[in-house]
Every structure is written in C-alpha cells, then in structure tokens.
C-alpha cells in the first residue's frame, strides 16, 4: 500500500499538497448559512441515497419504453462504476481534509471523492445514452451540459464541506468519466463483433438497433464506435 501512495514524485506530491491547501482555505471564505444549505442538497446529488434508486429509475424507465440496451448500458456501467472509488481509496489511504472543522463527516478516505466518482458515472452515462436517443443538436448539446454542471457542482460540494481535496473531486471526475469511455468502447466492440458472435454479441446488436443507437446499413454512431 506504501508504494502505492507513494506513486508520485516528492515534487509532485509537494504541489499538490499546495494546491489542496490553498483551494481548502479559499473555499472557507465563501462559507455562509444560505449557501451551506445548498451545498448540502447538491452534495446529495453524488450520493448513494440518490444515485441507487435514480439509476434504477432510468433503467426501468429505458426498459419500459423499448430501449433495453440503453438500459443494460446504463444498469452495467453504474453496477461496474461502484467498486473502482473503494478500491482506490483503500490503495492510496489518504486522510480528509484537517484545515477547519468540516461541515458534513465522513468516515472512509479521502482519495478519490466517491460522491464525484459516481455522479461522474451516473450523469456521464446518462449524457452518453441522452446523446443517442434525444431529436436534434440542441437537445443533445442540452443533455451534456446539464450533465457537466451537476458533475462539478456535486465536485464543488464535497471541497466546500471540508470532506474532500480538491485533487480528491478531480481525480474522481477523471475515473468516473474513463469507466464511462471504457463501458462505451465495450459497446462499441460488441456492436463492431456482432457477426463473430452471434450469441452475445447479435443480442446486443439487436437491442442496440431497436433502442436507436446502431442501425445497419449505415455508419456505426458516436455510442457504439471506438477510437479512430
């Protein structure tokens, strides 16, 4: 485990310990009652009491209105999502924020934010699956700024609270939103495999073409494509 927090350089670790330090006592300023009622219900956005019963929601809603796909795509990536912020916090084994007393208390460790994680994960998939299935650009464009906002504002929360480094909200985003890629670049493998296996992967092409995202006889879309 000491080699794994140990991972950085000492002048790596020194910056970000600077940042951390300054953005921590910055954030303190903007501290007022109105304000901490706000960030208390944002910060409720990232968590478990919302996340499960909303990613369930969304799937059984998708699933009912014929996109099946769209909703496994979603159900997977949430389900996978939730192991990577515990397994990381366990390997890196960093301490919350101690500058003032925070305004919320939380129990695990502090890197990487799992509230910033797992909104990360719910909010950018659900962006992912909005993109494919909403009319138009500016439906679409709506979607993923919806999307980005609440993520960093869910971010924002948990440094304002004092639970959280700002390095702990950005790494976070960061593995929340690669989990999200990775269940795309899944999707787009199955969907390129489909002929090869006709058993998982037909299944898959054939929900993904009656949930909109991939249709035959023309070019793979954005959902189901990998990198270039």
Known sequence: MRAVRNLFPPAVRNALVRVDRGATHRVQKLHGRGRD????????LGSQKFLIPAALAVCAALKLSGHGSAS???????????????????????????????????KSHSFPSGHATMSSVFFGAL?????????GPLGKAAACAAAALI????????????VHWLSDVVAGILLGLTWVAVCTAGAAFFAR????????????????????MVSRGRP?????????
């Not at 009622?37 to 409720?44: A, E, P, S």
């Not at 301490?95 to 925070?102: A, F, H, N």
């Not at 504002?153 to 948990?158: C, L, Y």
């Open 37 to 44: 009622r706000f960030v208390r219900t944002v910060t409720w």
């Open 220 to 228: 793979t879309p954005s959902f189901a494509r990998g990198p270039a």
């Open 127 to 135: 962006a992912v699956v909005a993109v494919q299935l909403l009319p």
């Open 151 to 162: 993520i960093l504002t869910v971010a924002f929360s948990r440094v304002y609270l004092g």
């Open 72 to 106: 496994l795509f979603l159900g997977f990536t949430m389900l996978g999502g939730s192991g990577w912020s515990p397994l990381f916090k366990r390997g890196f084994r960093r301490g919350r924020p101690d500058l003032w007393p925070p305004l919320t208390r939380e």
């Open 193 to 212: 495999r489909a002929p090869e296996y006709p058993r998982a992967g037909g299944s898959v092409i054939r929900g993904m073409e009656s949930a909109g």
